[in-house]
């Protein structure tokens, strides 16, 4: 990728997140526009500043509490005045509206574009049985009753949750399960392997006051806790929160007078190469994640070895390994020998994983948090869970399954 | 012993475009759109082949043999009642690419396998029959 490419004229010049927890009781909007001032104050901007707005996935997308306000209702909140905005749930993963943001200042439709993610999913799940279907939401195959012949009243579904639901198969979690034990078969995947991307979660969360789950976590923990779907856990699945996270994306020229070291966007994974499907995918053990990180990596002269610290999406524990083999830290199969015993994964070994806990642990902020770690670490503001030595140089994948998307940000010295 | 799905299957909003699918197993054949023109199987259809554009396009039958590529036992109670069952997901043995998301029975956990020879049954509820799979020469 050449210096004139227009996502490298962008860079992350202001994080903000909101109160982050379980069952928070606050209204979205609430959530959004705490967070959305605190990235723009952050940035040293004002709200008058902000001329671009974009959000994932905007509204009246998935079941309750997943899609936040949509960026109308936000702008009018703060009343912007926009010269660009966008919102949608297709593209490469949740990381589409920074991405799309990115590419708004590069090509110069917006000098500073506000980008916010935020979830309630906690407290919409607190009135309901149990933690509703899962992952990509319920979308345009939404339920109907009655409507296509007899059925005794039993809620029907058209869109690609036709070929899931009659079976069971209602959640990411089976739809992932599927993922793990493809990779068990193929590569001898071990749970206590699997356990590594929790337990890793779960020590780095102890340093960041704002995840939800803090309490220690051991292997015995894990290997007793009761089955979601298997080999999936209730430790290998990550925890509905409520909170929202915001960015600001400056054109580079005026971030270089932010406050805080801008995180320029070097890279980005947007490609989808096999089939955008569940169980279709041509490679069920990696998915998506595989077409997103070689387009990542064909868009840099950086490598895998260039990366100090990785702040790799964990929905499901099952997604960061295989991130971890896609973005090329180790080969094909063996992401579970890589995390074996913890050690290269954890804060002080060569690849530092989600050090902020992760989703697992730190809430299903989804995607947004790890992007937001991913800025406080290259800015060498994490405090207790700062990554030790260089950290110029971050990786952040959100997704799995058949959405992906990856970025490399490198800290910006001018 | 692991239940053969979930306690309630939800089900599917029928169409011109599934119609054939969902109903077809009433007498026991299972059924995918296949290309006159290349000869592919294509799931879940469409309007034209995916691979040579034809529109030439109809249901036909498959021998209901396929390979179980994958499974998850599912426990979680998302639909409350269920007992633990097994979401498959199966490779239909006319296409190496063709697969589908199904609940294998009538198999101990301790006995599935991917790789497994499957074979199809059907369950009715009302209009629909839905397609499951169980071991090979039960």
Do not use: K
Request: with cysteine; aromatic share 6%.
């Amino acid at each position: 990728m050449s210096d004139t490419s227009p996502l490298r004229r962008a860079a992350i010049t202001g994080i903000g997140h909101s109160q982050i927890g379980r069952r928070l009781r606050r209204g979205d909007l609430d959530l959004t526009v705490e967070a959305c001032l605190a990235a723009i104050a952050d940035a040293g901007l004002d709200r008058d500043d902000i001329d671009g707005l974009a959000t994932y996935p905007g509204t009246g997308i998935g079941m309750g509490g997943f899609s936040g306000p949509g960026s109308p209702e936000l702008q009018d909140a703060l009343r912007l005045q926009l010269s660009w905005h966008d919102g949608g749930a297709e593209g490469p993963a949740q990381m589409r509206a920074v991405i799309a943001a990115a590419m708004a200042v590069g090509c110069g439709l917006a000098r500073h574009a506000l980008v916010y993610r935020t979830v309630t999913e906690a407290t919409a799940q607190a009135g309901r049985a149990s933690a509703g279907i899962g992952g990509s939401g319920l979308g345009s195959g939404g339920p109907s009753l009655g409507g296509g012949g007899s059925g005794g009243g039993v809620p029907r579904f058209g869109g690609f949750l036709q070929w899931f639901l009659p079976f069971g198969a209602v959640s990411a979690a089976n739809w992932i399960g599927l993922v793990a034990q493809r990779r068990i078969h193929e590569f001898g995947l071990t749970r206590t392997q699997l356990a590594q991307i929790a337990l890793n979660g779960r020590r780095n969360a102890t340093h960041n006051p704002g995840a939800v789950y803090r309490e220690p976590l051991c292997l015995d923990d894990y290997l007793a806790a009761r089955m979601i779907s298997t080999p999936l856990c209730l430790y290998d699945c990550d925890a509905p929160c409520d909170g929202s996270t915001a960015f600001v994306v400056s054109a580079v020229e005026t971030a270089r007078d932010a406050p805080h070291a801008p995180c320029r966007i070097e890279a980005v994974g947007t490609a989808l190469r096999g089939r955008p499907s569940w169980d279709q995918f041509d490679d069920m053990t990696t998915m998506a994640a595989r077409d997103a990180a070689a387009s990542m990596w064909e868009r840099t002269d950086l490598g895998p070895s260039d990366v100090d610290v990785a702040q790799l999406y964990d929905g499901f524990s099952v997604l960061a390994l295989v991130w971890l083999e896609a973005l090329g830290f180790c080969g094909r199969g063996e992401s579970g020998s890589f995390v074996e015993d913890g050690t290269r994964i954890a804060r002080e070994g060569t690849l530092p994983l989600n050090t902020a806990g992760g989703q697992l642990s730190g809430g299903r902020l989804h995607g947004f948090g790890l992007l937001h770690e991913a800025c406080v670490q290259l800015r060498g503001e994490a405090g207790e869970r700062q990554v030790p030595g260089r950290c110029e140089v971050a990786v952040v994948s959100n997704g799995g399954g058949p959405l992906a998307g990856s970025m490399l940000l490198v800290r910006d010295t001018g | 012993m692991l239940a053969d799905g979930p306690s309630l299957r939800l089900l599917p909003r029928l169409d011109d475009c599934n119609r054939f699918f969902w109903t077809g197993g009433a007498d026991g054949v299972l059924r995918f759109l296949r290309c006159g023109e290349c000869r592919r199987f294509t799931h879940p259809p469409v309007p034209r082949c995916p691979a040579c554009l034809s529109r030439d396009m109809a249901p036909e039958p498959v021998s209901g043999r396929g390979t179980l590529h994958s499974f998850t036992v599912n426990h979680q109670q998302w639909i409350p009642g269920s007992d633990p069952y097994v979401v498959a997901l199966v490779t239909i043995a006319e296409q190496a690419d063709l697969r589908l998301t199904t609940n294998l029975i009538d198999c101990p956990a301790d006995a599935i396998a991917i790789g497994m020879a499957v074979e199809v049954t059907f369950v009715g509820n009302g209009d629909v029959h839905i397609p499951l799979f169980r071991p090979a020469g039960l």
